[in-house]
Structures are given as C-alpha cells and as structure tokens.
C-alpha cells in the first residue's frame, strides 16, 4: 500500500503563489512516478503536472504551462508542486498520485495507481 498526503493548500489572492507538497509514505516511494491533477467543483479530475521515477523528466497540462513546477526531492521523500501566478481558476482540490505498476503514456486518472485525498486551493480575484 502506497499512503499519499497532501498539504500547502490554503486561501491566496489572484497573482500569489503555492507550494503544495505530497508525502507518500509505506513502501519505496523514490521508485514511483508521481503526479498532480485538480478537481473544480463537480469537474472531472484534471491532469496539472507528472515527474519521473528519477525526476528526469516533467510533463505538464495546459493549465500548468509555464506557471506551475513539479519537482521531487527525494531525500525529503517528498514531491513538490510550485504554484505562480494563481487565477480565481485554479481554485479547487489538488491530489497527488502514485504510479506503482504499469507505465503513463497518456497522464489520465486511470493511469495512476494510489491517491491522496486532496488539499483545498482557493484563489480569490
């Protein structure tokens, strides 16, 4: 079992920043792919950013271009998602997730084996 649990959520102004950070813990966690998606109200969970087992390399959905990073320090046992430049938009509840088996080609929802249960954002305008 893959435990996941996310913080840094919280209530920030439009054009603040957020640094939400996912702690798995109960296995060999430096071995998972790890990933970020959103859920805005009764929307579909949205795919934000993915990093490699080794960090060496990030993807991004288009609400994250260019605004948001994904990183992962592994001495921390910690992944990490660095928000900038929030809109009222981005506001919803952040998961983080885990890839255990299999390999993601496509960053859906089906894709990721474990979840957390989600930090709350909220950016006022």
């Known amino acids: 079992q893959v435990h996941l649990v996310e913080s840094g959520g919280g209530l920030v102004q439009a054009g603040g920043s957020l640094r939400l950070s996912c702690a798995p813990s109960?296995?060999?966690?430096?071995?998972?792919?790890m990933g970020w998606f959103r859920q805005v109200r009764g929307d579909e969970r949205e795919f934000v950013a993915h990093?490699?087992?080794?960090?060496?390399?990030?993807v991004y959905g288009d609400p994250a271009k260019g605004r948001f990073t994904i990183t992962r320090d592994d001495a921390k046992n910690t992944v990490y998602l660095q928000m900038n430049n929030l809109r009222a938009d981005d506001s919803g509840v952040y998961y983080c997730?885990?890839?255990?088996?299999?390999?993601?080609?496509?960053?859906?929802?089906?894709?990721?084996?474990?979840w957390g249960q989600g930090t709350q954002v909220t950016v006022s305008s």
């Open positions: 109960g296995t060999a966690y430096s071995k998972y792919a």
């Open positions: 990093i490699t087992w080794n960090g060496d390399r990030t």
């Open positions: 997730a885990a890839v255990v088996s299999g390999r993601v080609t496509n960053y859906r929802r089906s894709e990721y084996d474990y």
